[in-house]
């Protein structure tokens, strides 16, 4: 054999294809982790702030609220914004602000500042989850969306593990005032992270080979479906109307189509339940359960951690096991959850299985969190997905705006929890019924 023949049997193994798409998911996992750390030590915080600063329940949902009318509003302008301007500066700025506005709510002497200062973190923090699905679009190609976005997703289900126990032990020997402030910390250092390893296109990074860059593009230059992406799934196929879609290619087209805004209704449903939730459980242990505040910690972490495996499950189940298709993992969070909140409702006062139960309605819930991020890829174009997710997350965060001050509003008039998680419990029967409405979008 030449040294010819031999340099060219040996390059295929000498040429490596770099994978800096999973550096980049994981810095998407780190600040994202730092972002709902921000928005749910509020959560952990409220009964020392009802205490200190004599709040009624409808005041204390009404400072967990407001930070989502501000992240609502946010959402469509940034966008917009993403689709002239990218990802890479706008996460920069919004994580530096929010950091600066985390720090100052531990300055704060009454609820109307409260209140303002989460409106403005809702505001600063709003571009944040845009475009993290939009870098993850930018980023992976069709086959790995689903999974990207489950990783992404159960970022948000990190942060409520480790802040109860973090910001209660904090609260506890320093005062409630030092969790705003050291929380302040890690948002600065991750924006510089962000800001020096990811750019909005993987084409504008260093760090991608070209045989990377065409792997991540593939669906857009060949037109082949694999056989696996073709095949039945039968009656599941029938329920979830999975049929060819006519791709949204202008902007107009996001806001005249009803697959978009049935996700949107039913997002909002999802995040009336993940955010009343992550905002009355804590009360829930202590005022309801008699907890301490150091085991309502503990406890108000266990639905985070059944979330994570939920998120990261769930996003696997929708690439591999439903072919691609969202809407099966969707259909299970609706119908699974609003059972287990029937099991809380009936649940013995007995902390083991109270955070079993707990535990297992954050899995149930997360595993079709990541598809209603998802599905409207399906639906679109790399150009139309921005402000398409953008609608997505407006409509469904006003979930979080709502919930925390109807059960406020549901506590002040009876005191009962069970009636919350009733209302949690129909919330998720009505976004069953309006997914079936929604058709599934075959991937070409």
């Known amino acids: 054999m030449s040294l010819l023949e031999s340099k060219a049997n040996f390059s295929p193994v000498l040429k490596k294809k770099s994978r800096y798409r999973w550096v980049v998911l994981t810095i998407i996992f780190c600040l994202y982790v730092v972002c709902m750390a921000d928005r749910t030590n509020i959560g952990v915080i409220l009964p020392f702030l009802k205490k200190d600063l004599t709040l009624t ?52 002497s009454s609820a109307a500042m409260l209140i303002l200062l989460r409106l403005a973190l809702g505001l ?41 126990i973090v ?15 050291w929380f302040a910390v890690p948002g600065i250092v991750i924006a510089i992270v962000w800001y020096l390893f990811v750019r909005t296109k993987p084409e504008d990074s260093p760090n991608v080979s070209k045989d990377e860059l065409e792997y991540i593009r593939q669906s857009e230059v060949i037109t082949e479906v694999k056989s696996d992406e073709q095949k039945s799934l039968g009656w599941i196929d029938k329920v979830i109307r999975y049929k060819k879609v006519k791709p949204i290619t202008t902007n107009k087209g996001i806001f005249t189509t009803w697959n978009i805004w049935g996700n949107t209704l039913t997002y909002f449903l999802m995040n009336s339940v993940v955010y009343g939730m992550l905002t009355w459980v804590p009360m829930y242990l202590v005022n309801a359960k008699g907890y301490s505040l150091l085991k309502m910690g503990f406890v108000a972490s266990t639905p985070a951690i059944g979330g994570m495996i939920g998120a990261i499950l769930g996003g696997w189940l929708s690439d591999k096991v439903f072919l691609g298709r969202r809407k099966p993992t969707m259909l299970i969070t609706a119908i699974a959850t609003s059972i287990m909140m029937l099991v809380v409702i009936n649940i013995p006062n007995n902390g083991l299985l109270v955070a079993l139960s707990l535990g297992l309605a954050g899995f149930f819930l997360n595993i079709g969190l990541p598809a209603f991020t998802a599905y409207p890829m399906g639906l679109t ?15 469904g965060n006003l979930g979080g705006f709502f919930s925390p001050l109807i059960v406020g509003a549901i506590l002040d008039a009876t005191g009962n929890y069970n009636l919350a998680f009733g209302f949690f419990g129909v919330l998720l029967v009505l976004g069953f019924c309006v997914i079936l409405t929604i058709k599934e979008p075959v991937q070409n």
């Not at 946010?74 to 500066?89: A, D, H």
């Not at 600063?124 to 699905?133: D, H």
């Not at 289900?157 to 109860?164: E, R, S």
């Not at 150009?383 to 997710?389: E, F, G, L, N």
């Open 381 to 395: 174009n790399r150009d139309t997905y921005p402000v398409a997710i953008a609608t997505v997350n407006s409509g």
């Open 124 to 164: 600063a923090e709003g571009p944040v989850p845009v475009s993290m699905t939009s870098t993850i679009n930018q980023w992976f190609p069709a086959k790995e969306k689903g999974t990207a976005t489950g990783v992404y997703f159960a970022s948000t289900q990190l942060a409520p593990i480790i802040v109860p």
């Open 57 to 108: 329940n409808f005041q204390t949902g009404a400072i967990a609220s407001f930070f989502f009318l501000g992240y609502a509003v946010s959402q469509i302008p940034t966008g917009f914004w993403l689709v002239k301007r990218g990802s890479r500066g706008i996460v920069t700025i919004a994580v530096i602000t929010f950091s600066v506005i985390t720090f100052l709510l531990g300055t704060v």
């Open 167 to 181: 910001a209660t032990s904090i609260a506890l020997a320093y005062g409630w005032r030092q969790v705003f402030f």
